[in-house]
C-alpha cells in the first residue's frame, strides 16, 4: 500500500491489467479441475507421487495422460475410458494337461518324471501328461517317460535368465526358466505346472476349476483357497530395512495353474533374457520370484490362491512350529486374557490332518529319489550331481527312518526335533530349553511342540510311503 501512492496512473492500469490475468487465469484453471477431476498417480512404496491436472489428450470417450513412474521414473502413459474393454479373442480347446519340465542329464529328477507320471496317471488317468525337455535330456531318459504313453514329450529350447535375476548364478535354479515354456502349450485351455519333487495323494482335478494363474503364495500366511491375491504386498519400498527396492513375497512354482498364451510367453521370454530390463530383482528362487512380479502387475490376470493343501512343502512345517512357539510366547507375556480360539491356534499347515493334503513337496534338499539313488556331491547342487543306485539291504531305508532324514536337513531340525541346539538359538524365539524339553517362561511347551513335530513326521512317513510305493510298482514293471 505504501508503494501504491508512488505509483503513477499508467503503472497502476499495468499492474491492474496483469492482476486481472492472474485472476482469471486462476479462475479456469479452477474449472478444467472441476470439468477434469484431479488424477494422482502414487505407489505405496514410495512418497513421491505425480498430480496431473488436465489430460494431454482427450475425446468423448477417454482422457489420455503423458507422465512418469514415481517409482523408476520411467515413461507412462495413462488413459482413462467409459468404453468397455476390448478382449482379445482367444482360442478354448477344452483340453486340460499336468505338465513337467527337465532339463541336463540329472538321473535323480528324471527318476521323480517317472514316478510323477504314474502317479498321475492312476490318479487321474483321463488328463495327459505332457512333458516339457531340452535337446540336453539322455535319450535312455525319454524313452522311458514316452513308454507306455506315460508321458507325451515336447522338446522345447532351453530358456537362460539374466544374471540379475538370481542372487547367484551357477548352482541348482540354472535353466529353470526353462519352464516358463509351459505358456507356450497354446493347444490346452488350462494347464497344470508341476515340479518333479512332489508327490500327489489323491486327485488334482479340481484344481483345473480355479481361476488362472493360481499358485500357493509361500510363507505361513492364512490365505483362502481360489481367492484373489493382492500381489502390491510382493514388493519393498525403499524404506524398507532389509529388502529395499526389492522383493519381500510371492508365489512358490511348485504347483501352478495357468492358461497358455502365445504372446504373454513371448513377452515373457523377452524380459528375462534382457539384462537391462527394469523388473529384474536379484532372487533365490529366481523363475518364481520372477513370475510373482509379473502377474502382481496385471490386474486383468492377478494370481489366485492354492491352499496350502495342494502344495505342502516339509521344509515349511517346522517354520510353523516357531509361529506357535511366537504366538504362545505372545500370550505369555502380554499379560492379557485370551479366548480359548487364542489359545487353540495353530498355522494352517498345523491344523491339517492326512486326509486334507493334496500333494506334498519335497522342496529341501533330500529329496524321495535318495531311496533309491545316492548322490555325490560337494555342495547344494541338487541339479547338477551324480547318482548311483543303492545296493544291498545296508542301504535300505524303513519310511520312518527316511522321513526323518528328511527334516534332519532341515533348518529348525536342530532346534524342534533333536533340540540340540544353541541357548541363543532358543532366545531368539522367546524360549528355553532344559535337557529335551521347552520353556517360556515357566509355560512347559513341551508336549506342544512334540505334538506338532510328530504331526510333520506323519506327514513326511506318508509321502515316503506313497512314493516309494509307486517307485516299486514302476520298477517291477521296467526294471
Known amino acids: 500500500r505504501k508503494n501504491w501512492c508512488h505509483l503513477t496512473p499508467e503503472m497502476r492500469r499495468v499492474w491492474w491489467r496483469e492482476k486481472c490475468y492472474e485472476v482469471e487465469k486462476e479462475k479456469l484453471e479452477m474449472e478444467e479441475q472441476q470439468f477434469w477431476g484431479t488424477l494422482r498417480l502414487q505407489s505405496p512404496l514410495t512418497t513421491t507421487e505425480q498430480i496431473l491436472y488436465r489430460p494431454d489428450q482427450y475425446g468423448q470417450t477417454y482422457k489420455w495422460y503423458n507422465t512418469n513412474c514415481p517409482c523408476c521414473r520411467r515413461p507412462l502413459e495413462v488413459t482413462v475410458t467409459s468404453m468397455a474393454k476390448r478382449w482379445k479373442d482367444s482360442y478354448s480347446s477344452g483340453r486340460r494337461a499336468f ?20 502317479r498321475l496317471r492312476e490318479l487321474s488317468p483321463d488328463i495327459e501328461r505332457v512333458m516339457l525337455h531340452t535337446d540336453d535330456v539322455p535319450p535312455n531318459y525319454l524313452e522311458a517317460f ?139 528362487g529366481p523363475e518364481q520370484d520372477y513370475l510373482s512380479r509379473f502377474f502382481a502387475s496385471r490386474r486383468d490376470s492377478p494370481w489366485h490362491q492354492i491352499s496350502v493343501a495342494w502344495n505342502y512343502q516339509l521344509h515349511q512345517s517346522l517354520f510353523s512350529v516357531e509361529r506357535v512357539i511366537e504366538w504362545h510366547r505372545f500370550m505369555v507375556t502380554s499379560g492379557k486374557e485370551f479366548s480359548q480360539a487364542d489359545l487353540d491356534w495353530m498355522p494352517q499347515r498345523m491344523r491339517m490332518g492326512l486326509e486334507d493334503i493334496g500333494i506334498v513337496h519335497f522342496s529341501g534338499e533330500v529329496k524321495l529319489w535318495h531311496l533309491f539313488l545316492k548322490t555325490h556331491r560337494s555342495d547344494d547342487v541338487r541339479r547338477n550331481v551324480s547318482h548311483e543306485a543303492t545296493t544291498g539291504t545296508s542301504d535300505a531305508w524303513s519310511d520312518e527312518k527316511f522321513a526323518e532324514h528328511i527334516m534332519s536337513a532341515q533348518r529348525g531340525y536342530p532346534l524342534w526335533m533333536s533340540r540340540t541346539a544353541d541357548t541363543e538359538e532358543y532366545e531368539a524365539y522367546g524360549c528355553r530349553r532344559e535337557g529335551k524339553r521347552i520353556f517360556i517362561g515357566d509355560k512347559d511347551m513341551t508336549d506342544l511342540v512334540d505334538a506338532l513335530v510328530e504331526r510333520v513326521l506323519q506327514v513326511a512317513k506318508q509321502a515316503t510311503t506313497v512314493w516309494r510305493e509307486c517307485a516299486e510298482r514302476l520298477l517291477q514293471r521296467q526294471p
Not at 541336463?104 to 518324471?113: E, K, S, V, W
Not at 512358490?252 to 513377452?267: H, S
Request: aromatic fraction near 10%; hydrophobic fraction near 40%; proline fraction near 4%.
Open 99 to 118: 505338465v513337467g519340465s527337465l532339463w541336463g542329464a540329472n538321473a535323480g529328477y528324471a527318476l521323480g518324471a517317472v514316478v510323477l507320471g504314474v
Open 146 to 284: 514316452a513308454q507306455d504313453g506315460l508321458w507325451q514329450l515336447k522338446e522345447v529350447n532351453y530358456i537362460d535368465g539374466v544374471e540379475d535375476l538370481y542372487v547367484s548364478k551357477g548352482n541348482i535354479f540354472d535353466g529353470v526358466f526353462t519352464k516358463l515354456a509351459a505358456w507356450s502349450l497354446t493347444d490346452f485351455e488350462k494347464v497344470l505346472l508341476l515340479d518333479l519333487d512332489i508327490i500327489p495323494f489323491r486327485p488334482m482335478d479340481e484344481l483345473f476349476d480355479l481361476h488362472c494363474p493360481a499358485a500357493m503364495v509361500r510363507g505361513q500366511g492364512e490365505n483362502d483357497h481360489g481367492k484373489e491375491v493382492d500381489g502390491r504386498r510382493f514388493f519393498a519400498g525403499g524404506d524398507h530395512q532389509e529388502y529395499p527396492w526389492g522383493q519381500t513375497g510371492g508365489i512358490n512354482a511348485g504347483v501352478i495353474l495357468l492358461q497358455p498364451d502365445a504372446e504373454m510367453f513371448q513377452q515373457m521370454t523377452s524380459e528375462v533374457t534382457c539384462k537391462n530390463h527394469p523388473c529384474h530383482i536379484a532372487g533365490n
